[in-house]
């Protein structure tokens, strides 16, 4: 998914012959995550559970895809795209749980934004899981004092762990992809109109709401705020040698820079070595006292690693049919190319159906001088703003969202479940600000 320049990710004889049955796992596994947290909390709680149900789903999934010759989607989904995926939010988890910024800040509203603003410009730079992990601890450890800051982790999942990785195919794994796929490394900064309108309203809508939120906060909550402010202290500080590894290791190792990546399936692996080699090196020499102020456990990935597992096995199908039924869907204008990736990205993971629409619009044989890796310009620019800030409208669209709503639970913040992320947050804040860039800066 995130690393190996692979043709197609889902092409196969029989994807034609995809039943709508088949897709019922997929259904199960977005069902138990929306509901069992309501009905069954205790249960739910346990990561070992989430990965029990991931297993009694996806295991359905990948017999049916292999008695039905689709073994190699199968493959290639778990060993290319589940691995690398993993391979990379967990090198980052461990290497920003090695970096403890400790102190407390007062909580103002326009302290909170400078986080929030700061994770916008890191997104792109190390990254939507590098930046949200390096920052969501010292936001949650600023906003200890507040009672009323929910809204606060979910604009921080919205900016940072979405809709700031945008200028770079380093920021956001939809955009990697592309990268892999022949879209020139410079040409994603023709996104900043769109990142800088994004993010400025989303810091904007922030702003005011916090603001509302502050003013109702009990006297004895801003008095304690005020009270615990002690200077910001940053250790850990070699991790960022190790982060910095990581993004370079993502820019530069890859079939493009190094053809011999490419000539055998087995080299595509030396980037997530180096990758791991670095998570390794944190893990031994950061000094366990840091850790520990960060509250580091291995709960949040551990939960994202099964979930995931769950969700990439039993969208196989899903994606097979997608792609054999994308031509009848009538996705041909930009603005439709902006929409289907992007509502599907939400739903499905933005990398591998960002690659599904990329790979239609390249079947439909456009012709110019214009094409920017056998696409026109407009519409790899809504595939790549669709894919991007559409991972946001749920907890599942983008790997990092369920990572920061992990730490955020661990510290004793509750989170509002799958359903009600999405009508008391991403469908009343985020999808109207997607409809109105469209209508200002997608165009065909």
Request: with cysteine; charged share 10%; glycine share 8%.
């Amino acid at each position: 998914m995130l690393f190996h320049p692979l043709p197609g990710i889902i092409s196969t004889a029989s994807a034609t012959d995809i039943p709508l049955w088949a897709l019922a796992p997929f259904a199960l596994m977005l069902t138990a995550i929306a509901v069992l947290p309501l009905v069954h909390g205790k249960f739910w709680e346990a990561n070992h559970n989430k990965l029990f149900v991931a297993l009694a789903l996806g295991l359905p999934a990948a017999l049916y895809l292999i008695f039905t010759g689709n073994t190699a989607p199968l493959i290639h989904t778990v060993l290319f795209d589940y691995v690398p995926f993993m391979v990379m939010l967990g090198a980052l988890f461990v290497i920003t749980g090695g970096i403890a910024v400790t102190g407390d800040i007062e909580a103002r509203p326009w302290v909170n934004m400078i986080f929030l603003g700061t994770g916008a410009v890191l997104a792109s730079v190390m990254g939507t899981t590098g930046a949200s992990m390096l920052l969501i601890r010292p936001l949650l450890q600023t906003n200890k004092s507040r009672t009323l800051k929910v809204h606060t982790v979910l604009f921080f999942i919205a900016i940072a762990a979405n809709t700031g990785g945008m200028l770079t195919p380093l920021g956001d794994p939809p955009l990697f992809i592309l990268y892999l796929r022949g879209v020139p490394f410079g040409w994603f900064f023709q996104l900043w109109p769109l990142w800088l309108c994004a993010n400025f309203l989303l810091l904007a809508i922030y702003f005011a709401v916090d603001t509302y939120f502050y003013r109702k906060e009990p006297e004895s909550a801003i008095k304690q705020d005020i009270e615990a402010i002690t200077p910001i202290r940053i250790s850990g500080w070699l991790n960022l040698v190790w982060a910095a590894g990581v993004v370079l290791a993502i820019a530069f190792l890859n079939a493009q820079t190094f053809p011999v990546l490419g000539a055998n399936a087995a080299f595509g692996f030396i980037r997530e070595a180096v990758i791991i080699g670095f998570a390794w090196l944190s893990l031994v020499l950061t000094n366990k006292e840091v850790r520990e102020a960060n509250r580091f456990s291995w709960h949040p990935v551990e939960e994202v690693a099964y979930l995931f597992f769950g969700i990439f096995v039993t969208m196989v199908p899903c994606l097979l049919y997608l792609e054999a039924n994308a031509a009848s869907l009538g996705v041909a204008t930009a603005t439709e190319f902006y929409y289907a990736t992007g509502l599907l990205s939400g739903f499905l993971d933005n990398t591998p159906t960002a690659v599904t629409f990329y790979t239609l619009a390249l079947a439909q044989g456009f012709a110019g001088n214009d094409l920017v890796a056998g696409v026109p310009p407009l519409i790899l620019e809504a595939i790549a703003a669709g894919a991007v800030l559409f991972g946001g409208l749920t907890y599942i669209g983008n790997g990092p969202n369920f990572m920061v709503k992990a730490v955020a639970e661990e510290q004793g913040i509750e989170m509002p479940d799958f359903f009600a992320y999405m009508y008391k947050f991403s469908l009343i804040i985020l999808l109207p600000l997607f409809i109105l860039l469209q209508l200002l800066l997608i165009r065909g």
